[in-house]
């Protein structure tokens, strides 16, 4: 599924303070393409994702997926449309503690209309050893593959990921975005992923860097075969 913004503008009130979290941003992001948007804290990572994904609301511009403006979406269109297409990875992984790996794999999989096996999906992201296990019983890095899993077992359209190894040590880190980026090329999914590490814009067809608000560049990988 293809993403479109154009000219994307985002004013945070509080009280008598106006914050431009997004200046006139416009983009175009292609089915299938793997994003990577870099930037400073507060520079409007977050912002870009949380209004691009329907979770908030722009203050003016349109954002269109496919054919579709969804910027124009009722609230509960916007929770349907999301529900039917998206899905989302965070820092915390945000597992129920009293279900098991494959349980809490299931219930992601039963929001889908088209969903994936949950055993291959557990497979993908090497727990198949960890299936019945809670995620007290699991380190960091094995609770973010989980929370992959049960992200993706639904077949979204598009996964968006804020800071998805952001709690994890390095070498997990890089382990967690492995999986990520297997994902994208084995279903290309479309995949945009916020990261404050500038080492993980090589899985990337594109890096966006975020500024004040602002795309202040958008550079395309010359290393990655047949990069958008
Ligand atoms: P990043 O993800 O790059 O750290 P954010 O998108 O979180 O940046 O923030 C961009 C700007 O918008 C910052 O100045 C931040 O303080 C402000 N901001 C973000 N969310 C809110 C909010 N809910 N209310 C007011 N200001 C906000
Ligand atoms: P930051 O980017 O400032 O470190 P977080 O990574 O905690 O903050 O969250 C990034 C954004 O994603 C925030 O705007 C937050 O509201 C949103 N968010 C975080 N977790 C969830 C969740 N489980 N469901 C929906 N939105 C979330």
Redesign the pocket.
């Known amino acids: 599924m293809s993403i479109k913004l154009k000219n994307v503008n985002?004013i945070?009130?509080?009280g008598n303070v106006e914050?431009y979290?997004l200046k006139n941003v416009s983009l175009e992001i292609k089915d299938g393409e793997f994003i990577v948007i870099l930037?400073?804290?507060?520079?409007?990572?977050?912002?870009?994702?949380?209004v691009t994904s329907g979770l908030d609301n722009p203050s003016s511009g349109e954002i269109i997926f496919n054919d579709e403006i969804i910027s124009n979406h009722s609230s509960k269109e916007l929770t349907k449309f999301r529900r039917d297409n998206l899905a989302f990875i965070f820092q915390q992984y945000n597992l129920l503690q009293n279900l098991t790996v494959k349980e809490n794999v299931e219930i992601g999989a039963s929001i889908g209309k088209n969903p994936f096996n949950i055993d291959e999906i557990i497979e993908k992201v090497g727990l198949e050893d960890k299936k019945d296990s809670y995620p007290s019983q699991l380190s960091g890095g094995q609770q973010q593959r989980v929370s992959i899993a049960r992200s993706v077992a639904k077949n979204p359209n598009i996964m968006f990921c804020?800071e998805p190894t952001g709690a994890l040590d390095e070498e997990t880190g890089k382990q967690v975005l492995d999986i990520i980026q297997k994902m994208n090329e084995e279903f290309k999914t479309t995949t945009v992923v916020?990261t404050h590490n500038p080492n993980i814009a090589f899985m990337a067809d594109r890096v966006i860097k975020?500024n004040s608000?602002k795309i202040e560049e958008i550079v395309k990988n010359q290393c990655k075969k047949n990069a958008f």
């Open positions: 985002k945070y009130k509080t914050t979290a930037g400073a804290s507060g520079s409007g990572k977050s912002t870009l994702l949380n804020d916020i975020m608000g």
